[in-house]
């Protein structure tokens, strides 16, 4: 394709956060996200919520996407949406409006894979974000999936590691729920972590294979700590907060560093880049960029805004795929599971 004016509109859906952006050559146009606070009150995601919330919201959002982008739905050149992996009932909302959109517009539609997206945003032009050099290693966290991946271009990537059970997300959300923290409590975490002592608290890390990873043992360990010294001590969360999240998180920050450094030992690439919501925590971000020094790894984070599930990440993947020609059938479904 050589359409000099590419506008794609990216549609994302697959949990609780109902996003659109435009994307024109790589630059992000608008980059809108309705957020679902309902589930403040449950401690979690409840899909049917979810996806109550996606109908009520999509066409509000991508209204607004496309007036703060300046253009018209008939200047559109495709549409692309998440496929999967995620909520099936906020995956349906995605696709069939999607579908429906590019059928009445009469453009190409593009699925996209939710976690290759993550690890694309990098290829977004925006200031103080270089992308990584092929090939490279993305370390994709967020509160569903937790993975390695050899990534040598845009649409060839292996998988060479992940979660075996929880996503490093729910380890860090149901932590912060065994203290008391309202969700999501990750973020918290990561804020009262940065005031404590990482070595106060010693937690074992869980034993996998090499690039692999395991949390529930994590999140139990957790949980009998701070039953054990609570009975002892009604007021120990209160008294120790800040070191008990410092202790938790350096715990898992270094376990992700650990599972990064065998697959730079395993493969010999030394570019790095992450993606996904946790990817937006100080610890592992600083713990980047200190291996960068140490280990001559070229490291790549992605903006805050480009973290967390966004729909720009979906536009982009849209424009590399559409300028391929990578469309997608009419009758494409969405998929809960998709592979990667």
């Avoid at 790589?26 to 309705?34: E, Q, R």
């Avoid at 690039?211 to 209160?238: H, Q, W």
Wanted: glycine content about 8%.
């Amino acid at each position: 394709m050589k359409e000099k004016n590419c506008y794609i509109l990216g549609i994302e859906s697959s949990c609780d956060d109902t996003a659109a952006a435009v994307i024109n050559n790589g630059t992000v146009l608008s980059n809108v996200v309705a957020t679902q606070k309902i589930h403040e009150e449950y401690g979690g995601v409840v899909p049917e919520l979810a996806s109550r919330a996606h109908q009520q919201n999509i066409i509000p959002v991508v209204d607004q996407a496309l007036r703060k982008a300046n253009i018209d739905k008939n200047q559109l050149s495709a549409i692309a949406f998440t496929r999967g992996p995620g909520l099936m009932g906020s995956l349906l909302v995605g696709t069939s409006f999607s579908k429906s959109l590019a059928l009445g517009l009469g453009i190409p539609l593009i699925d996209v894979h939710h976690m290759q997206a993550h690890i694309l945003a990098h290829f977004i032009k925006a200031k103080e974000q270089t992308p990584p050099n092929f090939p490279f290693l993305a370390l994709t966290i967020s509160g569903g999936h937790t993975q390695i991946v050899k990534v040598t271009d845009y649409f060839t990537m292996e998988l060479l590691g992940q979660t075996i059970d929880d996503a490093v997300g729910e380890a860090f959300d149901k932590s912060a729920k065994i203290l008391g923290f309202p969700y999501p409590g990750g973020p918290l975490i990561d804020k009262y972590a940065q005031l404590g002592n990482p070595k106060a608290y010693p937690f074992t890390k869980p034993k996998v294979s090499p690039m692999d990873f395991s949390f529930s043992g994590l999140k139990t360990a957790v949980l009998y700590f701070i039953e054990r010294e609570v009975k002892a001590n009604p007021n120990f969360i209160a008294e120790n907060r800040n070191d008990i999240c410092a202790s938790i998180q350096y715990t898992i920050v270094s376990y992700l560093m650990d599972k990064l450094k065998n697959a730079v030992k395993h493969t010999g690439i030394k570019e790095i880049a992450i993606g996904g919501g946790v990817s937006a925590n100080s610890g592992i971000r600083k713990a980047l960029a200190e291996a960068e020094k140490k280990y001559g790894w070229t490291t790549h984070v992605p903006r805050f805004e480009y973290c967390t599930d966004n729909a720009a990440m979906i536009a982009i993947v849209g424009e590399l795929k559409y300028k391929k020609e990578l469309f997608a059938e009419t009758n494409v479904v969405a998929n809960a599971r998709m592979k990667f």
